[in-house]
């Protein structure tokens, strides 16, 4: 009943029709997240190898329109405001299509002021101008200057130390001091801290790779935090900071990879949550790239701290420079 | 709207996207049967007539929001498009700008707390039908922060109904730090922070004791024991025996009668479900590095030693409930505490970790191998040294 194969050719058709006129409410009603379902989108494709699905003046023109000029950072969509989530959305994408260059000079100047503007004294980012913190958003910051090759010391220092401190007792991470350990926000911060070259400075690392590899369950799906259900988004956000500390081989890759193949749709294609479930594009990307770090299915190799193919993020300017 | 099957040229997600496959589904959500192509149509003609709708307020929304319009009109056309999608975020910023460049604008503390208070109503209502939404939350935030007369128990009172229906949310025990954080920061006095953090202690004590496998609320606890090791209100103070045994080892900032304490705490909850990995992951925080450094190398040695010996007991239970199977937990948290026992005869220097234990740490951990083959080589990788 579940399928065991790799449903490939179905994916990409799958993806394809996301982009498609939308017919139901709820598309419409799901404008707030475009840009990242972009990323998502689009991310799955290259993983496939299928880069050229879309025209790449098309996907530009695009980014541009949803950038913000107020900010200077890019929103979700045309006319919506600009924040740090759809802001790093939109420049892996142009990343992947080498297509930085498509913003001009002013406009990607604005945009590095949008994103340093947002770190407050203590290291932190919060995600626009009303104040939510949270370890995402160090992510997205310093990724998102990690693309534009404009992370400085004195970013870099306080969002490496604001990250340590959310480190939790059971050595995990969480979106602010003080809030309990999710993977999600384990990989947000092992990231920034890759990123940052700091990686030095993290401590209790075999507590945290126990933490990590007890993520795994019985089916050979992750789950997020301890006695949840397993979700195949995991796949991504625990995998990612086992590949990041060079520890992949903690859990079963070949009972993971089942898991996820078992949560594909064999009729329209794409990947869900879980095996019977409705499935949806942010899964569908994130099961892909749990496969791709698992080295499955022909897929292109993900870099683990940037979600990028490894042939993208080689060509991005590594911190400290020179 | 488009009588026929869209046309499939590529960019032409410039018009939009379709969510049919979805773009990011509430988690769990049960596969739908596939419409027939009948059920389509009939679904696309009901959504036309909503989508003109909802189109035609986002526009005008949105329109009104680049024109710098900040009117009541403004402030309900906002009420009514967050009604129908919490998630646009652009607009609760919208909102915000009214209510900050408009509503607020005139009005004495006394009649900006009013509004906020029907504020929070409005936001209560979005919270309900969708609990786990940042933008929402991170709204009643906002809003709390603007209001100089914010009703801090009526927020602690909410906070509690929402643990009713899901104590594991972890925007609720967030926002109820927050709501802490609050209350503590509008205090003078220090001895009234610190008694905070210690209702907040004992409210954790209170989450366990209903369901030992809220890990949300171990975690609670791991935090606010550092901050009472930290300071701590004064002992006399409290009423209630087994409370104020804590505040005394707190005010005494003696780790080694935590752990005393500790240990009955835990106890009780390993035998209630020895499968569940909370109160094993709280274990081995106890006996880290926060802990154990702050003890003689002979309250280590023997607080390390009672504790195995409790877990051997119950490990060898365990086997005899489960036809001869070992309790996982129980070796994965053996096999700690000899290597921790084995760092603190490191630090003390001397050589003479008991060569009983370093056997024991081998074959359990052996043992794990066999048991757990998914992390097998984490365990290989695990010796008394490694880092």
Same mark, same amino acid.
């Given at each position: 009943?579940?399928?065991?194969q790799?449903?490939?050719?179905? %994916?990409v058709?799958?993806?394809?029709?996301?982009?498609?006129?939308?017919?139901y409410?709820?598309?419409?009603m799901?404008e707030? $997240?475009?840009?990242?379902a972009?990323?998502?989108?689009?991310?799955?494709l290259f993983l496939?190898?299928?880069?050229?699905?879309?025209e790449k003046?098309?996907?530009?023109s695009f980014?541009?329109?949803?950038?913000?000029?107020?900010s200077?950072?890019?929103?979700s969509?045309?006319r919506? #405001?600009?924040?740090?989530l759809?802001?790093?959305s939109a420049?892996?994408v142009l990343?992947?299509? #080498?297509?930085?260059?498509a913003?001009?000079?002013?406009?990607?100047?604005?945009?590095?002021q949008?994103?340093?503007? $947002?770190?407050?004294?203590?290291?932190?980012?919060?995600g626009?101008?009303?104040?939510?913190?949270?370890?995402?958003?160090v992510?997205?910051?310093?990724?998102? $200057?990690?693309?534009?090759e404009e992370?400085?010391p004195e970013?870099?220092?306080?969002?490496?130390?604001?990250i340590?401190?959310?480190q939790?007792f059971?050595?995990?991470f969480?979106?602010?001091p003080?809030?309990e350990?999710h993977s999600?926000q384990?990989?947000?911060?092992?990231?920034?801290?890759?990123?940052?070259?700091?990686?030095?400075k993290?401590?209790?690392v075999e507590?945290?790779?126990?933490?990590?590899s #007890?993520?795994q369950?019985?089916n050979?799906g992750?789950?997020?935090?301890p006695?949840?259900?397993?979700d195949?988004?995991y796949?991504?956000?625990?995998l990612s900071?086992l590949?990041i500390?060079d520890?992949?081989?903690?859990?079963?890759?070949?009972?993971?990879?089942?898991?996820?193949?078992?949560?594909?749709?064999s009729?329209s294609?794409?990947?869900?949550d879980?095996?019977?479930?409705?499935c #949806?594009?942010? %899964?569908t990307?994130?099961?892909?790239?749990?496969?791709s $770090?698992?080295g499955?299915?022909?897929?292109?190799?993900i870099?683990?701290?940037?979600?990028?193919?490894?042939?993208?993020?080689k060509?991005?300017?590594?911190y400290?420079?020179? | 709207?488009?009588?026929?099957?869209?046309?499939?040229?590529?960019?032409?997600?410039?018009?939009?996207?379709?969510?049919?496959?979805?773009?990011?589904?509430?988690?769990?959500?049960?596969?739908? !049967?596939?419409?027939?192509?009948? /059920?389509m149509?009939?679904?696309?003609?009901?959504? /036309?007539a909503?989508?003109?709708?909802?189109?035609k307020?986002?526009?005008?929304?949105?329109?009104?929001?680049?024109n710098?319009?900040?009117?009541e009109?403004?402030?309900k056309?906002?009420?009514?498009?967050?009604?129908?999608?919490?998630?646009f975020?652009?607009?609760?910023?919208?909102?915000?700008?009214?209510?900050?460049?408009?509503m607020?604008v005139?009005?004495d503390?006394? !009649?900006?707390?009013?509004l906020?208070?029907g504020?929070?109503?409005?936001?209560?209502?979005?919270?309900?039908s969708?609990?786990?939404?940042?933008?929402?939350?991170n709204?009643r935030?906002?809003?709390?922060?603007?209001?100089?007369? /914010?009703?801090?128990s009526?927020?602690?009172q909410?906070?509690?109904?929402?643990?009713?229906?899901?104590?594991?949310?972890?925007?609720?025990?967030?926002?109820?730090?927050?709501?802490?954080?609050?209350? !503590?920061?509008?205090?003078v006095?220090?001895?009234?922070?610190d008694?905070?953090?210690?209702?907040?202690?004992?409210?954790?004590?209170k989450?366990?004791?209903?369901d030992?496998?809220?890990?949300? /609320?171990?975690?609670?606890?791991s935090d606010l024991?550092?901050?009472?090791?930290a300071?701590?209100?004064e002992?006399?103070?409290?009423?209630?025996d087994?409370?104020? !045994?804590?505040?005394?080892?707190?005010?005494?900032k003696?780790?080694?009668?935590?752990?005393?304490?500790?240990?009955?705490?835990f106890q009780?909850?390993?035998?209630?479900?020895?499968?569940?990995?909370s109160v094993?992951?709280?274990i081995?925080w106890?006996?880290?590095?926060?802990?154990?450094?702050?003890?003689?190398?002979?309250?280590?040695v023997?607080?390390?030693n009672r504790?195995?010996q409790?877990?051997s007991?119950?490990?060898?239970?365990?086997?005899e409930?489960?036809?001869?199977?070992?309790?996982q937990?129980c070796?994965k948290?053996?096999?700690?505490?000899?290597?921790?026992l084995?760092?603190?005869?490191?630090?003390?220097?001397?050589?003479?970790?008991?060569?009983?234990?370093a056997?024991q740490?081998?074959e359990?951990?052996?043992?794990?191998?066999?048991?757990?083959?998914?992390?097998a080589r984490?365990?290989?990788?695990?010796?008394l040294?490694?880092?």
């Open positions: 009943m579940e399928p065991q790799f449903l490939g050719d179905l %994916h058709e799958y993806i394809k029709n996301l982009f498609r006129k939308p017919v409410i709820e598309h419409w799901a707030h $997240l475009k840009m990242n972009l990323y998502w989108g689009i991310g799955a496939m190898h299928h880069n050229a699905e879309f003046e098309d996907v530009v980014i541009l329109e949803c950038y913000d000029t107020r200077g950072g890019f929103g969509a045309p919506h #405001d600009a924040h740090l759809s802001t790093l420049l892996q990343k992947l299509y #080498d297509a930085l260059d913003v001009s000079a002013e406009k990607r100047s604005l945009t590095v949008f994103i340093k503007g $947002l770190q407050l004294p203590d290291g932190s980012f919060e626009d101008r009303f104040g939510e913190v949270d370890t995402r958003f992510y997205t910051a310093i990724q998102s $200057l990690a693309i534009l992370l400085t970013i870099v220092d306080p969002a490496v130390n604001f340590l401190r959310c939790n059971d050595s995990s969480g979106m602010v003080g809030a350990s999600a384990a990989f947000t911060c092992l990231g920034t801290l890759a990123i940052c070259h700091a990686l030095d993290l401590q209790n507590t945290l790779e126990w933490w990590l #007890d993520r369950v019985a050979g992750l789950n997020g935090r006695e949840k259900l397993p195949v988004c796949s991504w956000w625990v900071c590949g500390l520890k992949l081989n903690y859990v079963d890759s070949e009972k993971l990879t089942h898991f996820i193949l078992s949560s594909q749709n009729e294609g794409g990947i869900s879980r095996a019977g479930n409705e #949806d594009v942010y %899964h990307f994130f099961g892909l790239a749990g496969l $770090l698992l499955k299915e022909n897929l292109e190799p870099d683990p701290i940037y979600g990028l193919p490894v042939n993208v993020t060509t991005i300017k590594k400290p420079y020179n | 709207m488009p009588q026929s099957e869209p046309q499939r040229e590529s960019g032409a997600f410039l018009d939009g996207y379709r969510t049919e496959a979805g773009i990011l589904r509430e988690h769990g959500t049960k596969k739908s !049967k596939k419409l027939s192509k009948e /059920a149509m009939l679904r696309m003609k009901k959504d /036309a909503n989508i003109r709708r909802y189109r307020i986002s526009d005008d929304v949105l329109t009104m929001k680049e710098n319009v900040y009117t009109n403004a402030l056309l906002t009420t009514q498009l967050l009604d129908w999608n919490p998630e975020y652009s607009v609760w910023n919208y909102r915000r700008d009214i209510l900050t460049n408009y607020f005139g009005l503390v006394e !009649k900006k707390h009013k906020l208070v504020e929070l109503m409005f936001v209560l209502s979005k919270l309900k969708f609990p786990k939404c940042y933008w929402i939350w709204h935030k906002w809003c709390l922060m603007n209001d100089e007369r /914010a009703n801090w009526a927020e602690m909410l906070v509690a109904q929402f643990f009713e229906v899901d104590p594991r949310n972890f925007h609720v025990w967030q926002y109820r730090r927050f709501i802490v954080q609050c209350m !503590k920061d509008g205090m006095s220090e001895q009234g922070k008694l905070l953090d210690f209702e907040e202690f004992a409210f954790t004590t989450m366990i004791n209903k030992i496998s809220n890990f949300s /609320a171990w975690h609670n606890r024991v550092v901050k009472l090791f300071n701590s209100p002992a006399s103070e409290e009423k209630e087994s409370l104020r !045994k804590y505040l005394e080892v707190f005010n005494r003696s780790k080694k009668d935590f752990l005393e304490l500790e240990l009955n705490l009780n909850a390993i035998y209630t479900d020895p499968d569940d990995s094993w992951i709280y081995r106890l006996f880290g590095d926060y802990f154990l450094s702050d003890l003689s190398f002979k309250e280590s023997d607080i390390i504790t195995y409790v877990i007991e119950l490990a060898q239970l365990e086997k409930d489960n036809h001869g199977r070992d309790n937990w070796l948290t053996q096999v700690y505490l000899l290597k921790q084995y760092k603190v005869y490191k630090a003390e220097g001397t050589n003479d970790y008991p060569e009983d234990d056997r740490f081998l359990k951990r052996n043992r794990l191998i066999e048991l757990d083959p998914m992390r984490r365990y290989t990788d695990f010796s040294t490694s880092k």
